[in-house]
């Protein structure tokens, strides 16, 4: 195996947490919903619990990105 087949597969294994974090972000905005539609008056505490997993799961899926780019380019 040649280093360019390497460093491509190294990408790729490198950009799976972006799968993840589609799923885990569309987990967390669907809980959040249906509690709200439970219990309205609820919704306003825990919003910014929601907001910071949010974060969260999006900064796992830009790093994978990040780290699959910079594979890509050369930097690692």
Same mark, same amino acid.
């Given at each position: 195996?040649?280093?360019?087949?390497?460093?491509?597969?190294?990408? +790729? $294994? #490198?950009?799976? &947490?972006?799968?993840? #974090?589609?799923?885990?972000? +569309?987990? $967390?905005? =669907?809980? *959040?919903? =249906?509690?709200?539609?439970?219990? &309205?008056?609820? =919704?306003?505490?825990?919003? &910014?619990?929601?907001?910071?997993? *949010? #974060?969260?799961?999006?900064?796992?899926?830009?790093? +994978?990105? !990040?780290? #699959?780019?910079?594979?890509?380019?050369? !930097?690692?």
């Amino acid at each position: 195996m040649d280093a360019e087949a390497a460093k491509l597969i190294g990408a +790729g $294994i #490198a950009s799976i &947490p972006l799968a993840g #974090a589609a799923i885990g972000l +569309g987990l $967390i905005f =669907s809980s *959040f919903l =249906s509690g709200a539609f439970r219990n &309205p008056s609820a =919704s306003a505490q825990n919003q &910014p619990t929601m907001l910071l997993a *949010f #974060a969260l799961t999006e900064f796992t899926g830009l790093l +994978g990105f !990040v780290i #699959a780019i910079l594979i890509l380019l050369n !930097v690692l």
